[in-house]
């Protein structure tokens, strides 16, 4: 669909700013209920290749002036007010706190900047968790890194350490995000290494690591409304993730858990949060507790997982503040499958399990490795939508002649 088209339509257009997995899993949510979207990016990125969306290319939002006015120039435009969503902290960081400013010209789907700012702060998070008895690992703040051993005492080896704000690593640090230490001396290591980038005023969490592997580690993607109540959710665990220790998800099995449900729900009522979120827990077999890792205040790379079951997140949400159009009772996923992200799995596979890359034995053994059984939803293939495939697979095809002849 033309952009004049969508600018002159009764319906209000889903905006979705950024362009890559998390993005094309949302415009692919709203196109096979027949409402297209308008991506937003300061790059052209896969979602832009679907046949559901339009892309417009805005300023960086960490130009967040000229990123708000650009907004605000978009929504003049549109005959109804847009249905403004976001996929990743650098767009939802200036939109948050500029969440007057456009609701003049957009329905702005989430919490005001203080919540928003609240989750993603997780020096803020886990003082929360403890506050309201939220199941928690074992938590130490490293402030400007500065280490209070005595503080440190209380946990034990390994040690998770993430900054408190995401954003604060996003683009600067070369060092993983997570990264776990195995001792005092690994630990003294990785803040020598972080102490080069002179931050000021930055916070890092030093964190118990709970025993377990990535299945282990479980995402509710939820939907609660203005109230903070759950309205619909979908409950999966990893497969795989790269980097493989503390890495994004490459692979994921959405299964239902009741335990992990009451949990999410007390946890979303209490810090009163609103719109589409991603929250992460870890299994602690030790006590038969999920304990919170963090929220993201946005949908989540396998946010599609969600839709192939049945549970439409974006559009729920999309009809619950456009329409006022909430099913009774809360809706969550009822059936199983699994969602891959095609070659980045294939790679965290292949790096697993120390095999050598091109090998048709391999990528057989690979595709083995899930269950048969289950339904499978795959991150960028579909056949009904498929240039993103063919735009990623000639962009891998491009990088790699780069590195071949440049």
């Not at 809706?331 to 399990?353: C, P, Q, S, T």
Request: aromatic share 14%; proline share 4%; glycine share 4%.
């Amino acid at each position: 669909m033309k952009l004049e088209s969508l600018y002159k339509s009764e319906k209000p257009v889903p905006i979705i700013c950024d362009s890559f997995i998390n993005t094309l899993g949302l415009v692919r949510s709203f196109g096979e209920e027949g409402i297209n979207s308008i991506v937003i990016d300061f790059k052209k990125g896969i979602a832009t290749a679907s046949k559901y969306a339009s892309w417009i290319k805005s300023p960086h939002p960490k130009e967040e002036e000229s990123f708000i006015l650009f907004l605000i120039a978009l929504g003049k435009k549109l005959r109804t007010k847009g249905f403004i969503l976001v996929t990743n902290d650098i767009w939802l960081l200036p939109i948050a706190r500029n969440k007057k400013r456009l609701e003049k010209y957009f329905i702005v789907p989430m919490s005001n900047w203080d919540i928003v700012n609240n989750a993603l702060n997780k020096t803020f998070l886990y003082d929360f968790a403890k506050r309201y008895h939220i199941s928690h690992p074992k938590t130490c703040i490293i402030k400007n890194l500065d280490i209070d051993y005595d503080k440190l005492k209380g946990l034990r080896y390994p040690i998770i350490l993430k900054p408190s704000m995401t954003t604060d690593f996003t683009g600067v640090v070369e060092e993983p995000r997570n990264t776990i230490v195995k001792d005092e001396k690994d630990l003294k290591r990785w803040l020598e290494s972080i102490r080069k980038y002179q931050f000021k005023n930055i916070e890092i969490i030093a964190q118990e690591y709970i025993p377990g592997g990535i299945e282990t580690l479980y995402t509710i993607t939820s939907y609660t409304d203005m109230n903070g109540q759950l309205k619909a959710f979908s409950i999966g665990h990893k497969i795989r993730q790269y980097p493989l220790n503390a890495g994004t998800i490459t692979s994921g099995k959405v299964i239902y858990n009741e335990l992990l449900y009451n949990t999410a729900k007390d946890f979303f009522q209490k810090f009163k949060f609103h719109g589409i979120a991603n929250t992460e827990f870890k299994y602690d077999e030790r006590d038969n507790s999920f304990k919170l890792i963090e929220i993201n205040a946005r949908p989540g790379k396998w946010n599609y997982s969600a839709c192939a079951t049945g549970i439409n997140l974006p559009l729920i949400a999309y009809k619950d503040l456009i329409f006022n159009d909430t099913s009774d009772g809360i809706l969550f996923n009822k059936k199983e499958l699994i969602w891959i992200d095609g070659l980045n799995d294939y790679i965290a596979y292949i790096k697993i399990n120390h095999k050598y890359f091109w090998s048709i034995k391999n990528l057989i053994s690979w595709w083995k490795s899930f269950d048969d059984k289950s339904n499978k939803v795959y991150a960028i293939f579909n056949i009904h939508d498929m240039k993103p495939f063919f735009y990623s697979f000639g962009i891998k095809i491009q990088n790699r002649l780069k590195r071949i002849f440049l």
